[in-house]
């Protein structure tokens, strides 16, 4: 939920505990009448447990009520919820790793609040609350990189109504410091797990609360590393270089060298998505020998894989695989899953390049199958697009169309810019075999012209320029200077959410 409309919800929920039981509709007032009697029967460190419970948002864990709740241990917090539990004031759920979660129906949990506001003790709670939720984001951050990210990716996704609580309390309450601190931690679970709308939106919201901070350079400077990787990836270069610029000056000024080669590493990206390689690579350098020095494995693999990318846009193809295969090998060490999936999925373009396609499949399906494990909606979408195009050069359009479809419906849930235009690249492609000219040349036309794809066409090598030129081409020698310019037109007008509607539509208007 966005910041704003989670500080909105706050403020309603607090309007509605001032008024009391009175102003509800009938059916409501009976409803709470049962409660009153449930909590009725509770002792009085029962009530003060249940009072307590609803801090939480989404579920609660054993570990995060007695950490929170229960920090002296005095409320005897595991028989507190085995009673609230027998009186049906709780729930208990199946969380990650078959871990029980404790759950509130929403009556009951405004219910809990309203005893918390009485209490007297809401904002010592809320502020526990999002101590412990940072907590937990900074122990999953360096996990989110190695072997155990995908436990860990499912457990801050079973928390994350616990992490949006705590960081709009922390904005409401402007502690601009800690919202900056769980947003500055949360970004690359956001990055990964496909939260780029609403991550965007808090990282913003908490930079600008923050603002006035001098005391942690190293705080902002982070959250505006996450800000800026986040604005490339929904295609906001110009927000992208000036955010993630100010993060590396603020990490070289602080002499935060583990900082610095992160912010320098998508610094360097943001430059290749400009198109300026040349920028890139000494960035991209810098970073390594960072990444090098300090003996992490995940970043070493990283930078790797960025630097064979920039060889495979500059047609190096041979460079390019033996960097793909030296970050392959580092990230299998490190056990990093992602990186793993990522490495694979790159050397298969590789190969497509070269016309290995049963090669290039294996390599782009063994991708999918990790990423799909790992809840990374942007780079599911990618192998999709991927497969599609495979798909089309060995001729089986319909196994292409369903990659496509499937790729471009994920990427309008996720909001990755990049995935998306590969995807529709690839509509254009498949009706231009189709023989479905206009409907190719409106693709083409968006794909070509329209802002929102600018940035595609940097990390476009000689071989896949030429693929598109020539579908180009042949839909233009077929269908005619007067209509192609006409279609052509109405592409280049569209948004990029009106292209990927008439990419999906079954039967669109003006096929031939």
């Given at each position: 939920?966005?910041?704003?409309?989670?500080?909105?919800?706050?403020?309603?929920?607090?309007?509605?505990?001032?008024?009391?039981?009175?102003?509800?509709?009938?059916?409501?007032?009976?409803?709470?009448?049962?409660?009153?009697?449930?909590?009725?029967?509770?002792?009085?460190?029962?009530?003060?447990?249940?009072?307590?419970?609803?801090?939480?948002?989404?579920?609660?864990?054993?570990?995060?009520?007695?950490?929170?709740?229960?920090?002296?241990?005095?409320?005897?917090?595991?028989?507190?919820?085995?009673?609230?539990?027998?009186?049906?004031?709780?729930?208990?759920?199946?969380?990650?790793?078959?871990?029980?979660?404790?759950?509130?129906?929403?009556?009951?949990?405004?219910?809990?609040?309203?005893?918390?506001?009485?209490?007297?003790?809401?904002?010592?709670?809320?502020?526990?609350?999002?101590?412990?939720?940072?907590?937990?984001?900074?122990?999953?951050?360096?996990?989110?990189?190695g072997p155990e990210q995908l436990e860990w990716l499912e457990r801050l996704e079973a928390e994350h109504d616990n992490l949006r609580a705590a960081l709009g309390w922390a904005l409401e309450s402007k502690e601009g410091e800690l919202a900056l601190r769980l947003a500055g931690t949360l970004w690359w679970f956001w990055f990964v797990h496909g939260h780029l709308r609403e991550s965007r939106a808090w990282l913003e919201a908490a930079l600008?609360?923050?603002?006035?901070?001098?005391?942690?350079?190293?705080?902002?400077?982070?959250?505006?590393?996450?800000?800026?990787?986040?604005?490339?990836?929904?295609?906001?270069?110009?927000?992208?270089?000036?955010?993630?610029?100010?993060?590396?000056?603020?990490?070289?000024?602080?002499?935060?060298?583990?900082?610095?080669?992160?912010?320098?590493?998508?610094?360097?990206?943001?430059?290749?998505?400009?198109?300026?390689?040349?920028?890139?690579?000494?960035?991209?350098?810098?970073s390594l020998a960072l990444y090098r020095e300090a003996g992490d494995g995940w970043g070493v693999g990283e930078v790797l894989n960025n630097l064979a990318s920039v060889a495979r846009i500059q047609d190096k193809d041979d460079a390019s695989l033996a960097l793909y295969e030296e970050s392959l090998a580092t990230r299998r060490k490190v056990g990093d899953k992602r990186g793993i999936a990522m490495s694979l999925l790159n050397m298969g373009a590789v190969w497509v390049a070269r016309s290995e396609y049963e090669r290039a499949a294996k390599l782009t399906e063994d991708s999918l199958v990790l990423y799909r494990e790992l809840g990374d909606k942007a780079t599911v979408v990618e192998n999709l697009a991927n497969l599609g195009e495979l798909e089309l050069e060995r001729g089986n359009q319909k196994q292409a169309e369903r990659h496509l479809r499937e790729g471009l419906m994920l990427s309008k849930v996720a909001g990755h810019r990049m995935p998306m235009l590969y995807s529709l690249l690839g509509f254009g492609r498949l009706a231009e075999k189709r023989g479905e000219l206009l409907?190719?040349?409106?693709?083409?036309?968006?794909?070509?012209?329209?802002?929102?794809?600018?940035?595609?066409?940097?990390?476009?090598?000689?071989?896949?320029?030429?693929?598109?030129?020539?579908?180009?081409?042949?839909?233009?020698?077929?269908?005619?200077?007067?209509?192609?310019?006409?279609?052509?037109?109405?592409?280049?007008?569209?948004?990029?959410?009106?292209?990927?509607?008439?990419?999906?539509e079954e039967d669109a208007e003006g096929r031939t």
């Open positions: 939920m966005p910041p704003q409309k989670m500080l909105e919800r706050l403020s309603n929920r607090l309007k509605l505990l001032k008024g009391g039981a009175r102003d509800l509709p009938t059916r409501q007032q009976t409803l709470r009448g049962a409660i009153d009697w449930s909590y009725e029967l509770l002792e009085e460190d029962e009530k003060t447990l249940f009072g307590r419970l609803s801090v939480f948002s989404g579920g609660r864990t054993l570990e995060a009520i007695e950490e929170i709740c229960d920090p002296e241990g005095d409320l005897e917090a595991l028989d507190g919820v085995e009673s609230l539990l027998e009186k049906s004031l709780l729930r208990q759920e199946e969380g990650p790793n078959g871990e029980p979660r404790y759950v509130m129906l929403e009556t009951v949990h405004e219910y809990a609040r309203e005893k918390l506001e009485q209490s007297g003790e809401a904002e010592v709670m809320r502020g526990a609350h999002a101590e412990y939720f940072l907590a937990l984001a900074k122990d999953a951050e360096p996990a989110l990189k600008a609360e923050g603002a006035a901070l001098s005391s942690a350079p190293k705080v902002r400077a982070k959250a505006l590393t996450g800000a800026g990787r986040l604005a490339l990836e929904v295609g906001e270069l110009e927000r992208a270089r000036a955010l993630l610029e100010e993060g590396v000056q603020l990490f070289r000024e602080a002499g935060d060298e583990a900082g610095l080669a992160e912010a320098l590493d998508n610094l360097a990206i943001a430059a290749a998505f400009s198109g300026e390689l040349e920028k890139a690579k000494p960035l991209f350098e810098e409907r190719s040349t409106r693709l083409f036309g968006f794909m070509i012209e329209a802002p929102e794809a600018t940035f595609f066409h940097h990390l476009m090598n000689s071989s896949e320029k030429a693929r598109l030129e020539s579908s180009i081409a042949t839909v233009h020698s077929r269908l005619g200077e007067a209509a192609w310019e006409e279609a052509y037109g109405e592409g280049r007008s569209m948004t990029l959410d009106e292209a990927v509607s008439y990419a999906l």
